[in-house]
């Protein structure tokens, strides 16, 4: 077999040898028999890599809403109402005010009612489900049964006349939800506001409605054995009164809120 045969048994004899193939070009060992490459089995390909998926954006939680402070609610309905010279602004600074609540759940500002001019101012609580769609204060079975207690002795909402007027607006101007109870901090940041109201209006006499009303100028309870008993708040007479929606459960007071308007119409002919 030529060279193949005579260097077989000799190391340095085919190291040689490879050696003169290598410097004659060649490169690649081939076999003794044709190599058919189609018939050899398919690489092994490696897998492809895993698309990288960029981990979702994670929203961070939105900050808790920091709880209302009462006394800087105080100082700035104070601010606010000082401020006004007239009901329409003071009106629009009610309406502008962000420290209460109430104000994100109600559908409507309940301001105010009646003749700016009257001499009988009432204050009520609170709006219920009637005032709060129509934005009127007293406009309910509440507000109904109230007209015609104080219509009894010559006074309406409706009278051009201030000596026979009544002009009416509420603690708070916007509806509690359930009508439930305004808290101690609603009343105190919305006081202010009352204060400003009343003065504008500078009745001769107040009517306090009820327990909140009560609550919000003589800073006590119990209108029960309040009513019927002429007190003075911000320098003016003051008749505590039951609320008509009590009425309207207890009729049997009734009795005693005649006696009470009847108390009222007294004091207006001095």
Sequence with gaps: MGIDSNIAGDWHAALAALAWQVDLGLTDISAETPLNRYDLPEPIKAPAPAPIIAAPKVTPPPPEPEAPNPEAAIFAARAAANGCETLEALREAVAAFEHCELKRGARNLVFADGNPKARVLIL???????????????VGRAGQLLDRMFAAIGLARTSPDPETALYITNTLPWRPPQNRDPSLDEIAMMRPFVERHIALINPDVIVLVGNTPLQTLLNTK????????????????????????YLLRNPIAKREAWADLLSLQTKLRR
């Design 124 to 138: 009520g609580e609170a709006p219920g489900v009637e005032e709060d769609r129509e934005g009127r204060p007293f």
């Design 222 to 245: 119990g209108i029960l054995r309040a009513r019927g008993n002429w007190t003075e708040a911000l320098g003016k007479p003051v008749l505590p009164m039951t609320h008509p929606a």
